[in-house]
């Protein structure tokens, strides 16, 4: 099968709504966004407080969380794999080879990136937006709520940035999740197969289907963010 | 700082200890080989360790280097159909005899076989320990589950991947007119879709029964907590076979090279390289072509 007729095979099941494609999406989809919705509310106020609060060491507490955005997602992968065994500290939970391991781990991968990009924004953001928010008598989260108002758009960057990390992620996915068929099979662990098994253009296919799909959640979430073009 | 300091310390320490890994890789390039070619072959012979004790000797015999690409059965013999590699080492005989007959391959030896082993919790409770057939053994898994089906009594992992051990599964399934397209989805019915090793990890935090290659297994079954359920019974040999591609479908491949090595693996020098990988004393692979079929 060569890259067209697999790209329109992989269509065609799209449209013909496949329950096995689409099995696949929805984990992708469920898995990814409720890492982010768990991650987000945590790693917004971390990036607020890193970036309005001094404290001793403050600038090690930057460097260390961004250094974590290069962090491999194998290693956070291996990481809450060894947590997770059965001979694990957590293995009676029995969550190893679930899509709750694999929110677990996408959360903790989506963490820094979220957290990172509201430290920048917040950074970046006229001071003059708080000090005004508190001179009018703003309660001190106000003025947070406020300030963080005015730089959404960046603080939203961070979230497509995030999602972006997490929808194409595979080691992690693949370590926690166990790439098991109709359960915790998403589309880069089912790329990962079908790579694995020869079936390039089938896996490529599926690339073509994660691109829609991230194309279609930018859209829509960009319609909330409404024109935010420069000021 | 201090932490600061310490984060600093420990990057050093990475990069420095990678970098003495990458110069120790780098260091048998030394000697200048007088060619190269390149072997696809199953992850069952590059974890069993297999590669790394014969390989060697081969290229000191020859003077040809080996550069392997280690993938499931079915991605290497896609690999030699495409001329991406020279030559190709495999198990699945039904696959190898197509890529014969459609003339990807020059020639094919019997390089030498290991048996399947079924795997599975030491309290095995499906009771297929002393069971005459794999198939049969299969089929217990399957009855057990039918008094209790959630949860299950006994979980079966397939490796989902197309791999030479799956296919290997589904045709012990389909000897006893199981099909697992139609047990997919069931809680018992696993299918992972990864390779040998995982699945060995996977089928024992599950506590689950699977079917592996025997080389595999022992390199796992101290780390897994595995046993050995049924083996040696008809159904469980695993012949591996080495094809060179074939230079009429892909000129620029390196026939001559890869021609040596499928000859020096069912040599007597290569027939004693293979005997000699060892665990726990006992040979991993038999040379040769397999009793049974």
Redesign the interface.
Known sequence: MNLTTATVEAFRLLFAFDPQLWGVIWVSLRVSLLALLIAAPLAIVLGFLLATVPFR?R??AV??LQ?FLSFPTVVVGLVLYVLL???GPL?SLGL??TQEAMILGQAVIAFPVLAAFTLAAVQGADRIVRETALSLGASRSRAAFTTLFEVRFAVMAGLFNGFGRVISEVGCA?MVG??????T?NIP??IS?E??????AQGIALGFVLIMLALGINASLNYFQGEGGMK | ?R??SK?LNATFACCFSTLVVLGHAQSPEAKKPDAEIRLATTTSTEASGLLGVILPLFERDSGIRVRVIS??T??????GERGDVDIVLVHSRPDEDRFMAAGFGSVRFDVMYNDFIIVGPQSDPAKLRGLPSASGALKAIAGANLLSPNPPIAKFISR????GTHKKELALWSDVGIVPKDI??KPWY??????MG?VL??A????AYTLSDRGTFNAYKNRV?LDAIVSEVPGLFNPYGIMPVNPAKHPHTKHEAALKLANWVVSPAGRAAILSLKVDGQSLFTPGAPPVK
């Open positions: 060491g600038r090690a460097i260390v250094s065994a059965r001979s293995g190893l080879y693949m166990g790439n098991i068929a109709g359960l099979r662990t089912a197969l790579t694995a098994k020869g079936e390039f | 700082m932490v600061v984060i993938v499931g079915g991605q290497a013999l896609k690999l989902g991947d197309d791999s997919k989805f696993i299918e992972a879709g990864q390779g995982e990890a996977m024992g935090n599950l506590q907590g």
